[in-house]
């Protein structure tokens, strides 16, 4: 069957903030699905920081957005139409063809979900990419260790939020998190467990970790960037660990933000800074899905959303991400 879609496509590169005639909201056709394909109506979009980058014409880890052509990313959906043996119409499949009601695409381009372990969309945050961020980040990348102290920075956000509980599963002895505003900074601790909540909007983020860690830090999961990260490398003990996942201070910035000026410290405190990409390590999914559902499922992991209605509101929901916004994962449901 052929269908019509709304669809919202990039109708200019931004400068700083996005704004509303940088995206434009499209009725297309969409054509039925050949031979091993299939047609799934999505019912949640993910929104993610990154995608404020692909918006740019610069060269990174992803290919930018073309003009002219429809966003995408990660979501979930119903097969309607199946030409494939391997995926039937009624699955629930993830996909990456966000930012559109409607896609056709290859039956290996799609996994079939368990929703029987967690929502649907669980599999856009604390079962998708910002848990499985979250995980990789503090077992591989900067692991931690049973006795640690351990800094989240957006903490309130999709992966920061899972992570400061990941850290404290791991064995981690005090878990601090930076949010922006007083609700966001009670509400890790609260909802989320966190020890110390540091608001990175009342005073110097570095003044507020050496007044709640004066002693240092060993693991920082970094993903602001700016003066977090140079709070971070002033206040790590020697050999900790800093895992670069993220620098939304700087995604809207015309300019290049400055960089810590704190670098050689990280040098003779033998300090390691590891960046990470989770698209290489998506294979980890297989571990980590099984953990986190047991954690959810027996109420050591807590996970939340932020849901706005109708693709309409996809873009003032990104533009809310980027000035945190939300509290964690951001969602659209369609």
Sequence with gaps: ?????????????????????????????????????????????????????????????????????????????????????????????????????????????????????????????????PGLTAYVALTEIAPVRPGDVVLISAAAGAVGSVAGQIARALGASRVIGSAGGPQKAKKIVTDFGFDDALDYRAAPIGEQLAAVAPDGIDVYLDSVGGDHLQAAIAAARPGGRIALVGAISGYNADAPAPGPDNMYRAAWRELSLRGMLVTSNLHRFADYIPKAAGWLADGSLRAEETVVEGLEQAPAALNAVLRGGNVGKMLVRM
Excluded at 96 to 107: Q, S
């Design 1 to 129: 069957m052929s269908v019509t879609s709304k669809e919202i496509r990039l109708a200019a590169r931004p400068t700083g903030e996005p704004r509303p005639t940088d995206l434009e909201l499209v009725t297309t056709e969409v054509p039925a699905p050949g031979d091993g394909q299939v047609l799934v109506r999505t019912t949640w979009m993910s929104v993610d920081p990154y995608m404020r980058g692909r918006m740019d014409d610069a060269p990174s880890y992803m290919p930018p957005f073309e003009l002219g052509a429809p966003l995408e990313g990660s979501a979930i959906g119903e097969v309607v139409e199946s030409r494939s043996p391997d995926v039937p119409v009624g699955a629930t499949v993830s996909h990456f063809l966000g930012w559109r009601e409607y896609a056709v695409l290859d039956a290996a381009a799609v996994t079939v979900v368990d929703t029987t372990i967690a929502p649907p969309q669980a599999y856009l945050g604390v079962l998708g990419v």
